[in-house]
């Protein structure tokens, strides 16, 4: 079955940089598009980055754009999020997820790890 | 950016009735909208893409319809487990995808 166990969450400053990592398995790693989405405590959802299943294209939505940075080693199954110039409003829980589609994405998050919090404090 | 909102803010029903919940779109999106489900404590879990079409082993109690801007989902004969706030997200128009705020399901 398919898994996705995010880690990396942490309590961090302000300006400071965090790396979340996601460990797959139960399906063919190297043919799907893989999604981040956070939820900041008691809110919505909101989309943050998706990379192809060949980690040639990434997408950002604007609010991180420029400090976080999506990649992926398909040799490891593993799917990382570097977050730079973390700011009070990047806490939440990050998800990665897979996309639905094989292939090119069709931006449809259809399965999805249990999250690793992110706190930004002084 | 599309916006997506979602009716009601929370809907109060009891197990065994219908519930219908709404998700209208700024913009046309065609028919590229999901639904997913949050427990609290839980990831969402997705339920319906592309409108109506439903994700592997969502029972079919669950449904979805609609095209263009409005887009409804239901659940014919509420379970106990089925409390629990439901997301929709559009995907015509990206980056970014675009979730709605939510609706909270609960027990009345």
């Known amino acids: 079955q398919v898994q996705l166990v995010e880690s990396g969450g942490d309590v961090v400053q302000p300006g400071r940089s965090l790396r979340l990592s996601c460990a797959a398995s139960g399906f063919t790693f190297s043919s799907h598009a893989l999604h981040w989405v956070r939820q900041a405590p008691g809110k919505g959802l909101e989309w943050v980055a998706v990379?192809?299943?060949?980690?040639?294209?990434?997408y950002y939505a604007d609010s991180v754009k420029g400090r976080f940075t999506i990649s992926r080693d398909n040799s490891r199954n593993t799917l990382y999020l570097q977050m730079n110039s973390l700011r009070a409003e990047d806490a939440a829980v990050y998800y990665c997820?897979?996309?639905?589609?094989?292939?090119?994405?069709?931006?449809?998050?259809?399965?999805w790890g249990q999250g690793t919090l992110v706190t930004v404090s002084s | 950016e599309i916006v997506l909102t979602q009716s009601p803010t929370t809907l109060s029903l009891s197990p065994g009735e219908r519930a219908t919940l709404s998700c209208t779109a700024s913009q046309s999106i065609s028919s590229y909208l999901a639904w997913y489900q949050q427990k609290p404590g839980q990831a969402p879990r997705l339920l319906i893409y592309?409108?109506?079409d439903r994700a592997t082993g969502i029972p079919a109690r669950f449904s979805g319809s609609g095209s263009g801007t409005d887009f409804t989902l239901t659940i014919s004969s509420l379970e106990p487990e089925d409390f629990a706030v439901y997301y929709c997200q559009q995907r015509i128009n990206w980056p970014p995808i675009t979730f709605g705020q939510g609706t909270r399901l609960e027990i009345k």
């Open positions: 997820a897979r996309d639905k589609s094989i292939g090119a994405a069709v931006m449809v998050p259809e399965y």
């Open positions: 990379i192809s299943y060949d980690g040639r294209n990434k």
């Open positions: 592309d409108a109506s």
